[in-house]
């Protein structure tokens, strides 16, 4: 059953919300209203396309409920998304409303319905600041978008440009909150329905979906999330909701390269979510210090068994490329062989992750021969250079791999190499058996 229903007003926006949800690891299906409810029976999360930005506003309205009664006599949907454009054209207000009341309808009461809206896009240029939408640093009406020949744009402040179609009351949460302590608590107060929060990155973003799920937890406050999907995504992911990967270990990358692209990249992972970082003393772990090596191993396997599809367990051997730059030539040949040595002796205590990531050359060959593969059966490539596979032969045969070298890609390649590795694992669950896929190494030799 769905755990997600996207409600988009056009089919490009549809299409890129949905992308965001595959991103995580989700299956994902994009349909005309009529086929939602039965697409909701066989994907995580389905995105359902109205074709309504252009309607009359109370035509709008009622497709908006239509399809979210639909899917719902189904069963109840963990978290509906009534997608946004990114630069707040179309039927913004009554569309909203319209979620929302559907929303509240189909929860009869049993608790309080909030729409949580994040209208921002950083990576698009669009962001919220003071409750003003604008585009690369510019109100909205200040844009070529006043001359849209469909919906030409007249206003930017966000509140204003819901209550051109809705009486429901908005509370803004702005920056300072959002950046601040507490914003659970920010969020949590007042009785307004619709909460409206600034940011200006994902990160924000994220802070936003983290409160917002915190919120859940606490009073069982459930959200719609009204957004062009960046926040929809996270708050997903912030909830929980990782579809139909509970059969499906983690991931687990292993970071040998020490470049300051790595760096970058892993940090962009970092903001991004849905990551957990075991680090490696590189000096301690090439000389033989024992003692590290069992800690890092323990703190490794914990994650592991821990962590739950789609994360990634991400195990990094340098905050820095100095770190590993500065030892000496005999410790930086050793280092990867300990380092795989270690990933291999965890793997054998744990049920094997979905997909592995290797990012250096001497670490991905050295992690190869520890876990036994006969060799790596080449699918393709993710980026140029960056190359996506399975492992060929021994206790992990068969498990989708990307591999790529320190100096590939841009700060955004971890990111993609990730996702491809849960489209990847997903597309192996359908069809090898689950106790192949998270039984005991030991076992599967």
Known sequence: ????????????????????????????????????????????????????????????????????????????????????????????????????????????????????????????????????QLLDGVPLEETELAMDPLSPVTGSVVTDIVARQSDLPVRHVPLRDVTGPGLADRLAEGGEPVVLCDALTERHLAAVAAAAAEVHRRDGT?????????????????????????????????????TELTRRQLEAAARAGGVRFVDVDARALASGDGGHTAAVARRLEAQLRDAAFPEAVVVRTASSARDVVELSHEAKRALPGRLSALVADVLGRVPAPSGLYTSGGDVTSSVL????????????????????????GGPFDGIPVVTKGGMVGDEGTLIECLSRLRTSARARARTVPAELRRGEPQENA
């Open 1 to 132: 059953m769905a755990q997600v229903l996207v409600v988009a007003d056009d089919l490009t926006g549809a299409n890129a919300t949905g992308a965001r949800f595959a991103r995580a690891g989700m299956r994902v299906a994009a349909v005309a209203p009529a086929h939602a409810p039965r697409a909701a029976a066989e994907f995580d999360a389905v995105v359902a396309d109205l074709d309504s930005r252009h309607l009359p506003a109370a035509e709008a309205a009622g497709l908006v409920e239509e399809v979210i009664d639909a899917v719902w006599r189904g069963g109840p949907v963990p978290l509906v998304v009534k997608r946004t454009d990114t630069t707040l054209r179309g039927n913004v207000g009554a569309e909203l409303e319209a979620a929302w009341r559907a929303v509240r309808a189909r929860t009869g009461g049993r608790a309080r319905v909030r729409a949580l809206l994040a209208p921002a896009f950083p990576a698009s240029g669009r962001v919220t600041a003071d409750g003003v």
């Open 222 to 258: 459930v959200w719609l999330a009204v957004d062009p999907g960046p926040c929809g995504a996270l708050l997903a992911e912030a909830l929980g909701l990782s579809g139909g990967g509970g059969a499906l270990g983690p991931l687990l990358a292993v970071v040998g390269s020490a």
């Open 369 to 392: 021969d520890a876990l036994g593969a006969h060799a790596f059966e080449v699918g393709g490539e993710v980026v140029p250079l960056a190359v996506h596979g399975s492992l060929a």
